[in-house]
């Protein structure tokens, strides 16, 4: 087998025509170089170096290997180069997933924001629904997750909050909207229409757990899956529906969309949470990522909620 230390000293030597030269260069005693190359040649079955009264000349075979150990060690550098280019961020790929509400609501800026640190990682970025996003991240389809709410493979995976979301119930406002003006219970509510996301989605599976923590039993007269979608059927007067704040406060404030003010146990808070598979070892492109998603308070994205952060 081929002695890449022995390759590289030898490479040094036909390189500048001097065993004494490349000992310099390398920090080696020149005998020391001189032994490794002899037993470069023993192991070759080839003389590679042809001594002359002042220095060495690369015999056929040395021209030959030469020019292999110049390829190699060329390559060797690139390698190198490439990983520092990773390690400091100057490439990379990063593949990120997000359910429904932080992949329309958040992870735009949160691109945009990273990518003006970071212009030279590749990424790309899929929306849907929790549990498709988490299959995605067992699969190794996907680096890193980006949901509101509980999911089906939870105990495959990591999670850290890295903010907080308020849900709020709405119906469209204006004459005749559903409900009255009062505030209602999640069991007043029941009887009227509901607009729910689909199963599989995290904000559609934390809804059935507020219901049944309520005892109110709701069989939704129109699914979604979008919390777009589901914010224009509201606005058209289809029903009422459970949606996050941060999706539809613009509506609120113009008077499309009134929030019905819940009293009882009505659960309002939901962590957003980073979510990566169990165990899988970080790139610095993911580690950077994810410190980048950590808001500090007063730092909240153009166009996001005001949320607190842990």
């Known amino acids: 087998m081929l ?47 042809e001594r002359l009264p002042r220095g060495v000349r690369p015999t056929p075979a040395g021209e030959l290997l030469a ?5 190699l060690f060329a390559l060797e550098e690139e390698a190198e180069a490439a990983l520092a ?6 490439r990379g790929r990063l593949r990120l997933g997000a359910s429904m509400t932080v992949g329309v609501y958040l992870l735009p800026e949160m691109l ?12 790309s970025a899929v929306v849907e629904n929790t549990d498709t996003i988490q299959a995605a991240l067992i699969a190794h389809q996907l680096d890193l997750g980006l949901v509101e709410g509980p999911g089906q493979f939870e105990s495959d995976l990591e999670s850290h909050t890295f903010a907080w979301d308020e849900l709020i119930v709405v119906t469209a406002d204006g004459p005749g909207r559903l409900p009255g003006r009062g505030a209602s219970t999640l069991r007043q509510l029941a009887p009227l229409p509901w607009i729910m996301r689909e199963p599989g989605s995290g904000t559609r599976a934390l809804v059935d757990q507020i219901l049944a923590r309520a005892r109110v039993q709701v069989t939704p007269t129109w699914i979604f899956n979008s919390p777009e979608a589901i914010k224009q059927a509201v606005m058209a007067g289809l029903g009422v529906a459970i949606v996050s704040r941060m999706a539809v406060e613009s509506e609120i404030s113009a008077g499309r969309l009134r929030e019905i003010k819940v009293s009882g146990h009505f659960a309002r808070r939901r962590p957003l949470r980073l979510q990566w598979l169990r165990a899988r070892p970080h790139s610095a492109a993911l580690k950077a990522f994810m410190a980048s998603s950590l808001y500090k308070r007063g730092e909240t994205p153009a166009g996001a909620p005001r949320a607190r952060v842990r």
């Open 112 to 123: 945009a924001r990273f990518q003006s640190l970071h212009p030279g990682i590749a990424i």
């Open 3 to 49: 002695n890449l230390n022995h390759l590289r000293l030898f490479a040094a030597a036909a390189a500048s025509g001097s065993v004494s030269a490349a000992a310099e260069r390398l920090r080696i005693s020149q005998p020391a170089i001189s032994k490794q190359i002899r037993e470069l040649e023993l192991s070759l079955g080839a003389t590679l170096l």
């Open 85 to 90: 280019e990773l390690r400091d961020l100057r």
């Open 67 to 71: 020019d292999y150990a110049r390829r």
